[in-house]
């Protein structure tokens, strides 16, 4: 029976993980190795190696509304996309009305996971921390594991010759990169046309004397804003849009999304992306566009090699005096607490069943939580997996037999490399939002049927098959149910519309 839960990190899954285990009658203990909540979107100056941490430019790629906590919307006040400030602020709100910072034990590191002698039967766990230099060995009867997947900076320093042994230059990792001041005035290549690549790029663009973005493959860019003003993925991730994907043949939706992006400017033309292109990554960024046709960002195939002061590229063109070059390569995960037998069993979230547990463990007492790509936020998704896997510890759940979970991940596991090692083709690896969230919804019983709604309370039946698919449609029935979740879903545009009404204009017509 479990009863105590090891939370590994205080970024959102920690956060909702905590918070699930005290739904469920649990005892959450979380270690964070900093002084404070947050991870990633926790802003600091610091490049200490150990922490990566957001840019301090950088402003949310997914809506206030669909990438909130399932029953705590984000203030009314707030913007639709936020800064990491007010993130971070949003963080704190939740952790305080749901009392989550009790247990949370800051500065203090997870050295070790590993199984207890009589795990077989116990499923339980030795937990080894340190803090402030004191280590300390506790028991717990489950684990869950949320450091998420941006842990280890990728630099594949042996796929671009000269750069380590005749580049006179500086490199460095886009992690290192905090702000635009260091650049000033310098000529900079930018590896990597990701979302980080592209936002970096147009950053540096302002300061820089010129800004070279190097990208392979086929990349869509596409706005937050949408038709008539409203976050794009409020209009865009509706299920009725998600049952046209499932209706439609493949084909025929891959023509039309390339229409779209290419209704907004054709991508071709800039040397983007081509129609015909079956490997390929989208990416979010309103000001990319206006840079490549201004000039102050000059897009450029890979890079073939470094000399002392150029780039070489892989169309035979040389680009002269680069001062840096700013590898955005992604990153790779890592979980070096966790004990080999254990961390063998699993080379990238495939070989997870439903990218939670490794199934060949002989009791399901670890989860790893966040470790997942999603076409939507991931921190909805995170808070959904620990909805499921609490609620499995407290035995509310049941997850099938070994055999039919190793079936399982076997027939979604394709023969391909180990991405783990190759963080820029993560984007192939991308998981419908609206299908990975039900899925896990359905295995906790909290997914919606717009059916029955349909009879009971058609008015919200529309809005949830019509309207964005919000997080708060999984608090409408079986547990955790929010007596809330109703009317945020019917205010949901309300909210949006509310931080742009700083000044109304009349747009009646005049009478007179």
Not at 5 to 26: F, H, N, W, Y
């Amino acid at each position: 029976m479990v009863r105590r839960v090891a939370i590994i990190g205080a970024g959102v899954g920690g956060l909702a993980s905590i918070k699930c285990c005290l739904d469920e009658g649990l005892e959450p203990t979380c270690f964070e190795r900093t002084e404070d909540i947050g991870g990633l979107w926790r802003y600091t100056d610091s490049t200490d190696s150990r922490r990566v941490s957001v840019y301090r430019s950088i402003i949310t790629n997914t809506s206030k509304e669909m990438s909130c906590f399932s029953d705590f919307p984000c203030p009314e006040d707030f913007p639709s996309y936020l800064p990491h400030s007010l993130l971070l602020e949003y963080f704190r709100m939740y952790a305080q009305h749901f009392d989550l910072l009790r247990h949370i034990h800051f500065k203090t590191t997870a050295l070790s996971v590993r199984k207890c002698p009589d795990f077989t039967t116990s499923g339980q766990w030795e937990v080894v921390t340190e803090t402030e230099g004191v280590q300390e060995l506790h028991v717990f009867d489950a684990v869950m594991v949320c450091t998420g997947h941006y842990q280890e900076p990728y630099l594949p320093l042996a796929s671009f010759p000269g750069i380590d042994t005749h580049f006179k230059g500086q490199y460095l990792h886009s992690r290192e990169y905090k702000d635009v001041e260091a650049f000033r005035g310098k000529r900079v290549l930018v590896v990597g046309i990701g979302n980080t690549g592209g936002d970096l790029s147009v950053e540096l663009s302002r300061v820089a004397a010129k800004v070279f973005l190097s990208a392979k493959g086929s990349t869509w860019v596409f706005s937050r804003v949408s038709n008539h003003g409203f976050p794009v993925d409020m209009v865009s991730t509706t299920r009725f849009n998600h049952f046209l994907d499932w209706l439609l043949p493949s084909a025929l939706t891959k023509r039309i999304r390339f229409w779209k992006f290419n209704s907004w400017f054709n991508h071709t033309n800039y040397g983007l992306a081509s129609t015909k292109s079956s490997n390929f990554k989208i990416i979010t960024n309103e000001e990319l566009p206006f840079c490549l046709l201004s000039g102050t960002v000059v897009l450029k195939p890979k890079v073939k090699e470094f000399t002392e002061s150029s780039a070489v590229f892989e169309d035979g063109t040389i680009e002269e005096n680069i001062d840096v070059v700013l590898f955005a390569t992604g990153y790779v995960f890592s979980f070096p607490f966790l004990e080999e037998s254990v961390r063998s069993l699993f080379d990238d979230n495939r070989s997870l069943y439903k990218c939670i547990f490794p199934p060949q463990l002989e009791k399901p007492t670890l989860a790893i939580i966040g470790l997942v790509q999603l076409t939507g936020s991931v921190m909805v998704g995170s808070e959904m997996q620990a909805r499921w896997v609490t609620g499995i510890f407290a035995g509310w759940n049941k997850l099938p037999p070994t055999s039919r979970m190793i079936a399982d991940v076997l027939k979604r596991k394709p023969p391909v490399k180990k991405w783990v090692m190759n963080p820029s083709e993560r984007d192939n690896l991308k998981m419908s939002f609206i299908s990975y969230t039900d899925e896990i919804a359905s295995c906790a019983g909290v997914k919606p049927s717009v059916l029955k709604l349909l009879l009971t309370d058609p008015r919200l039946a529309l809005a949830i098959f019509f309207g964005p698919c919000s997080p708060y449609q999984y608090r409408l029935v079986g547990r955790g149910k929010w007596s809330g979740a109703r009317k945020a879903i019917l205010t949901q545009w309300q909210r949006t519309l509310k931080p742009l009404r700083t000044r109304v204009v009349d747009d009646s017509s005049d009478s007179s």
